[in-house]
């Protein structure tokens, strides 16, 4: 081989080598852009499948919400019934028990038993009754009015004027009192 033939085929040596690896980094760049795809189309699915799952959640706890409320609005409807049978009881008490006492005590045992009644079914179903000693709590009492009164503290509940309910931790009436000044 001559001379010039040598430096021909190195040359060519060399340009097959550069070109190989020319090829060599090419087919690295085309794996590593289909890697950062890859890596990006699995955020985007761990992304879709947590919001997914959160969402799954969500409803399953507004189900539950819904289930453990759904007799609230009946419930708030009987409130007034309760109210009814209170204002019987205290009317009873105040009319003058000397004139038909036997009757009146007749009627005042019938309305107690069944308020009671009535009380306990309303328990049963999670509806209680707000207590009201104390201090007023803006969350479960309404102040009506502020009255003078020399044995309480000021925001202290003097007088309950409507009683309030509440279903489980959901206020259903806030309890109208009148506080002391």
Avoid: W
Wanted: hydrophobic fraction near 35%; charged fraction near 30%.
């Amino acid at each position: 081989m001559s001379q010039e033939e040598k430096v021909n085929s190195e040359q060519i040596e060399e340009e097959a080598v550069e070109q190989c690896e020319s090829e060599q980094v090419m087919e690295v760049d085309e794996v590593a852009a289909l890697q950062n795809e890859v890596q990006e189309y699995k955020d985007k699915y761990l992304r879709a499948y947590a919001d997914f799952e959160n969402t799954k959640k969500r409803l399953a706890k507004d189900k539950i919400t819904a289930v453990a409320y759904a007799n609230s609005s009946f419930a708030k409807d009987l409130l007034s019934v309760m109210d009814s049978f209170d204002g019987a009881l205290a009317s009873i008490d105040i009319i003058n028990a000397d004139e038909h006492s036997e009757v009146l005590a007749s009627i005042k045992e019938g309305i107690s038993k069944t308020h009671e009644q009535l009380k306990k079914v309303l328990e049963k179903h999670g509806v209680s009754e707000i207590e009201c000693e104390g201090c007023l709590n803006p969350d479960v009492h309404q102040a009506i009015m502020q009255v003078d009164h020399d044995e309480k503290e000021s925001g202290e509940i003097v007088q309950v004027l409507q009683k309030g309910y509440s279903m489980k931790d959901q206020v259903l009436r806030p309890a109208m009192v009148s506080t002391a000044k």
